[in-house]
């Protein structure tokens, strides 16, 4: 019996020695580095490693940085770790995970906060997709150790190839145009695999890595490489942000960090294998689907979030719901989900500099956590900007989300949202004719009215087209419908957003496929035998329209007549609508002939504006315009003067 007792104990203290001696292994940290100086002194470290939730120890001897808490999630492979960093100064920080050392980066920022200046009205963004718009010379087309893709140009929903070298090669090109700040679409790790049915995630809008620029467009350093030269050019940088929901491919999908890291959770704990990414569903042997009775997509109606008379279960399904199945929702009630993707925004911002966030799916997301995120951004940068789309086409709606607004019991802290209601009535209003009522430019009109509603009017950001419409051009090539677009676009009391390809009247309807309104930026690519991106490779008609543009929009920069200025519209009048701005004795107006007819201005009608004025300048053609006598316009015609 002592021999027994004899050989147990020695062979639990082997246990106990190779226990000892074993190391806990990190695969890593995010963030991947973080800065001192903050408002806030908080920093979150979320640790992945096999069996990281058994470590018994946490520690540092950074002066300066004290471990608040240490929180153990229900996966055994993430530790969480809550750090204040009130007295620490830059340097690299050991932290003890038992007999584990990791050394992190705390690295002194380039700049305070308040230094950080975002898009204004001043700006006009230049909104692209980077996989559609150029392709660098040393570009890779297979990214080991990427899930299944391809790059295939001649399939609108496929990768084509397009990157940030791409980007940075033609930043002269958008001087050229004369826009201001640049909005990619989002340039995180999205890698999802495509599938036989031709899906692809070359959108971006399924991150699967917060911390990594997709390899597929280039690396960390390309993006802050391309900032840095974008902003010696004097272009802005507008980051495009998805908190609402991940990519299927993420970590988190396959081992949750808890049990309500995401929405409707109880989906993914069945077997994933076999999913087609397209639909997100696994089908049995027999072709059914038995995950289908467990998830809940979105209803995609906006109208709960903000309706007094809302159901529980209409909220739910709006909020809770996925937006597709291969995008697993995130739950921002969750306050780890929340801070993390708050350190996500601001690593970005300190990392290459952005100068503003648009926030994909916004009121998709939880409204309370969504509105934290923006008040620890405003705190810490007091003028950056965040844009959130809002795709509800009722000012009121739109209204509501904006900060300060009355219209609403909380607060969210947003300063910026999209005037999807500018949208929809151009989009009617392009086909019909200016009656004296409702239809035609009356539609723009009875838009604007209701301006009041907004706490900023100058905050609102309006477009035409992006990559989730149709083209506003169709499949046509309307350049005169066009121009009254943009005019209204670049004149009126609104942050301007223009859609790649715009100006070389790139048109497209997602009819078919919405790769058929993303189409690649020609000249972009190799073997591209049309280049529209010099005066000499372009057409006749775009180069008609590229230069139009570019006049209307280098006339806009610095026009405080356009950022400060007052504004007053005019109900149509005989078909033809009048805006004018009105700064410091001088004033716009903006003319829109409504009728496929000629017409005339009576200038009489507009007295108040024109004052004692007796001449205008037309901005685009330099020609005087007299102001005594009515003006001439023909079908359609637009006119922008000043005086």
């Given at each position: 019996m002592r021999r027994i007792l004899l050989i147990t104990a020695i062979l639990m203290a082997n246990v106990l020695t190779m226990n000892a001696a074993k190391k806990t292994v990190i695969d890593r940290i995010e963030p991947t580095n973080w800065y001192v100086g903050m408002k806030n002194p908080q920093l979150q470290?979320?640790?992945?490693?096999?069996?990281?939730?058994?470590?018994?120890?946490?520690?540092?001897?950074?002066?300066?940085?004290?471990?608040?808490?240490?929180?153990?999630?229900?996966?055994?492979?993430?530790?969480?770790?809550?750090?204040?960093?009130?007295?620490?100064?830059?340097?690299?920080?050991?932290?003890?995970?038992?007999?584990?050392?990791?050394?992190?980066?705390?690295?002194?920022?380039?700049?305070?906060?308040?230094?950080?200046?975002?898009?204004?009205?001043?700006?006009?963004?230049?909104?692209?997709?980077?996989?559609?718009?150029?392709?660098?010379?040393?570009?890779?087309?297979?990214?080991?150790?990427?899930?299944?893709?391809?790059?295939?140009?001649?399939?609108?929903?496929?990768?084509?190839?397009?990157?940030?070298?791409?980007?940075?090669?033609?930043?002269?090109?958008?001087?050229?145009?004369?826009?201001?700040?640049?909005?990619?679409?989002?340039?995180?790790?999205?890698?999802?695999?495509?599938?036989?049915?031709?899906?692809?995630?070359?959108?971006?809008?399924?991150?699967?890595?917060?911390?990594?620029?997709?390899?597929?467009?280039?690396?960390?350093?390309?993006?802050?490489?391309l900032c840095d030269e974008a902003h010696a050019k004097g272009l802005k940088v507008v980051m495009d942000m998805i908190f609402n929901h991940s990519g299927f491919e993420h970590p988190w999908v396959s081992d949750m960090p808890t049990k309500d890291w995401f929405n409707t959770p109880e989906w993914l704990n069945e077997k994933q294998s076999g999913r087609d990414p397209m639909t997100g569903f696994t089908a049995n042997a027999d072709g059914s689907e038995p995950m289908k009775s467990a998830y809940l997509q979105t209803s995609y109606k906006l109208t709960p979030v903000k309706d007094p008379y809302a159901s529980k279960i209409d909220l739910h399904e709006t909020v809770d719901g996925w937006f597709v199945p291969s995008m697993p929702d995130l739950n921002q009630r969750n306050e780890h989900v929340m801070t993390y993707l708050i350190q996500n925004s601001i690593w970005w911002i300190e990392t290459v500099g952005i100068d503003g966030i648009r926030m994909d799916t916004y009121p998709y997301a939880d409204a309370k956590g969504m509105a934290s995120w923006m008040k620890r951004l405003n705190e810490e940068y007091p003028n950056f900007n965040t844009v959130g789309e809002t795709w509800v086409t009722e000012p009121a709606y739109t209204a509501s989300w904006q900060k300060d607004s009355r219209l609403s019991k909380e607060n969210s802290y947003l300063k910026t949202v999209m005037d999807f209601a500018f949208f929809d009535r151009l989009s009617q209003a392009k086909n019909e004719e200016t009656d004296d009522w409702w239809n035609g430019l009356n539609r723009l009109y009875n838009s604007f009215c209701y301006d009041y509603l907004y706490e900023d009017p100058n905050h609102v950001m309006a477009f035409i087209d992006n990559h989730d419409t149709d083209r506003f051009l169709g499949n046509g090539k309307d350049s005169v419908a066009l121009k009254q677009a943009l005019s209204l676009l670049l004149t009126v009391k609104r942050i301007p957003q223009l859609y790649y390809g715009t100006e070389i009247l790139m048109n497209g309807t997602k009819e078919v496929t919405d790769g058929n309104v993303r189409k690649d930026f020609p000249g972009g690519f190799p073997g591209d035998k049309h280049n529209a991106f010099?005066?000499?490779?372009?057409?006749?008609?775009?180069?008609?329209?590229?230069?139009?543009?570019?006049?209307?929009?280098?006339?806009?920069?610095?026009?405080?007549?356009?950022?400060?200025?007052?504004?007053?519209?005019?109900?149509?009048?005989?078909?033809?609508?009048?805006?004018?701005?009105?700064?410091?004795?001088?004033?716009?107006?903006?003319?829109?002939?409504?009728?496929?007819?000629?017409?005339?201005?009576?200038?009489?009608?507009?007295?108040?504006?024109?004052?004692?004025?007796?001449?205008?300048?037309?901005?685009?053609?330099?020609?005087?315009?007299?102001?005594?006598?009515?003006?001439?316009?023909?079908?359609?015609?637009?006119?922008?003067?000043?005086?």
């Open positions: 470290l979320m640790v992945y490693g096999k069996d990281i939730k058994s470590v018994k120890n946490v520690t540092t001897d950074y002066p300066g940085v004290r471990i608040d808490r240490v929180i153990r999630l229900d996966s055994p492979n993430y530790l969480l770790l809550y750090l204040n960093l009130s007295g620490a100064q830059p340097g690299n920080m050991t932290l003890h995970f038992d007999k584990t050392k990791v050394n992190y980066e705390l690295r002194q920022r380039e700049m305070s906060g308040d230094k950080r200046m975002g898009f204004t009205n001043a700006d006009v963004l230049y909104m692209l997709m980077p996989d559609r718009f150029a392709q660098g010379p040393n570009h890779n087309g297979q990214i080991k150790g990427m899930n299944t893709y391809r790059e295939d140009r001649s399939k609108p929903s496929l990768r084509h190839g397009g990157d940030l070298e791409g980007i940075r090669q033609h930043l002269d090109y958008f001087k050229e145009l004369g826009v201001t700040a640049l909005w990619f679409t989002p340039v995180l790790e999205n890698n999802s695999p495509d599938s036989d049915n031709g899906f692809s995630t070359y959108h971006g809008y399924a991150t699967t890595n917060y911390y990594r620029v997709d390899p597929r467009f280039g690396s960390n350093d390309d993006y802050r490489k010099t005066a000499e490779g372009r057409t006749q008609a775009e180069n008609a329209m590229f230069n139009w543009l570019s006049k209307l929009l280098h006339w806009r920069q610095g026009n405080e007549v356009i950022t400060k200025g007052s504004m007053t519209q005019f109900i149509p009048y005989k078909g033809v609508y009048v805006i004018a701005r009105q700064y410091q004795g001088r004033t716009v107006l903006t003319i829109l002939n409504g009728k496929k007819e000629n017409n005339a201005l009576d200038v009489t009608r507009y007295a108040e504006v024109i004052g004692t004025n007796t001449t205008a300048r037309d901005i685009i053609t330099g020609r005087t315009i007299d102001l005594t006598k009515p003006i001439t316009l023909r079908s359609r015609q637009t006119l922008i003067v000043e005086y």
